[in-house]
C-alpha cells in the first residue's frame, strides 16, 4: 500500500505542475485585464476553479459586466456539486474538513479520486491531489501577475494547454472499455461542434450530457 500511496503522491504533483502552468498564465490574463496583484490572488484563493476565472476575468476584461462575468462564472463551476455529490461517500468528511474538501472539489482532484477503486486510494487522490494544486496554483497566479504584461500573449509559451494535457493523461486510463471510449468520443464531438455557438468554457458542460444520456441508458437497461 505503501508504494501506491507514493504513486498517488507522485501523480498528484505531476499534476498540479503541469496545471500551476496554466495559473501563470491566468495571473498575467488578469493584471492585463485590469485586475491588480492582489485581486488576481484573492479569485485564485477563493474561487479556486480555473475555468471560471478565466471566464471572469476574460468578460470584464473585455468590457463586459461584472454581473454577467459572475453569473458565467458560476455557471461553469457549478459542475463541481455533481463532483462533489459524486465524492461525498468517498471523502465521508464532515465539519471544518468538509468546508476544505468542498473548496478543493475540481476536475483535477477529482479525477485523482476516481482513479481508484480502493477507498484509502481514493481519498489520497483527493487530499494530495487538490491540496498540492491549491499551493502551487495560487503561488502560480502570483507569479503570473507580478509578471503581468511582460509575459506577452500566454497562448505563445503553451501554457493554456498544460492544464487540458494533465486532465488528458489522467483521463485516459479510465477510457478502459468500449463504452467508456465511445462516450468519450461522443463528448468531444459534441463539445466541438457547440464550439462557435456558446461561450468558453460551456462546451465542457454540455458535452457532459453525453455521460448524462449513457448512465440514463444503462440505467435504464438493468430495470
Not at 501506491?4 to 498540479?16: D, I, K, P, Q, S
Not at 488578469?30 to 488576481?40: E, H, L, R
Not at 476553479?49 to 476574460?58: E, I, K, P, R
Amino acid at each position: 500500500m505503501s508504494s501506491r500511496l507514493a504513486a498517488v503522491r507522485r501523480t498528484a504533483v505531476g499534476v498540479a505542475v503541469a496545471t500551476a502552468a496554466y495559473g501563470v498564465s491566468f495571473g498575467a490574463l488578469a493584471t492585463s485585464s485590469g485586475f491588480d496583484v492582489w485581486q488576481a490572488c484573492a479569485m485564485s484563493l477563493l474561487i479556486f476553479t480555473g475555468a471560471s476565472q478565466f471566464a471572469l476575468v476574460g468578460i470584464i476584461g473585455a468590457g463586459g459586466s461584472l454581473v454577467s462575468g459572475v453569473a458565467t462564472a458560476w455557471m461553469l463551476g457549478a459542475r463541481n456539486a455533481f463532483y462533489g455529490l459524486r465524492l461525498a461517500s468517498v471523502l465521508d468528511v464532515t465539519g471544518w474538513r468538509r468546508l476544505v474538501g468542498a473548496h478543493l472539489v475540481i476536475d483535477e482532484s477529482t479525477a485523482q479520486a476516481v482513479a481508484h477503486d480502493e477507498p484509502e486510494l481514493a481519498r489520497a487522490g483527493f487530499w494530495y491531489g487538490g491540496g498540492i494544486l491549491f499551493v502551487c496554483w495560487n503561488l502560480a497566479t502570483l507569479i503570473g501577475a507580478i509578471a503581468g504584461a511582460r509575459l506577452g500573449d500566454p497562448k505563445a509559451y503553451g501554457l493554456d494547454a498544460a492544464s487540458s494535457a494533465a486532465f488528458l493523461a489522467l483521463l485516459w486510463p479510465r477510457l478502459s472499455s468500449a463504452t467508456t471510449r465511445v462516450v468519450g468520443v461522443a463528448a468531444a464531438v459534441l463539445a466541438v461542434l457547440v464550439v462557435p455557438l456558446v461561450p468558453t468554457g460551456v462546451p465542457v458542460l454540455i458535452a457532459g450530457l453525453a455521460a448524462v444520456v449513457a448512465g440514463s441508458l444503462r440505467w435504464g437497461g438493468d430495470e
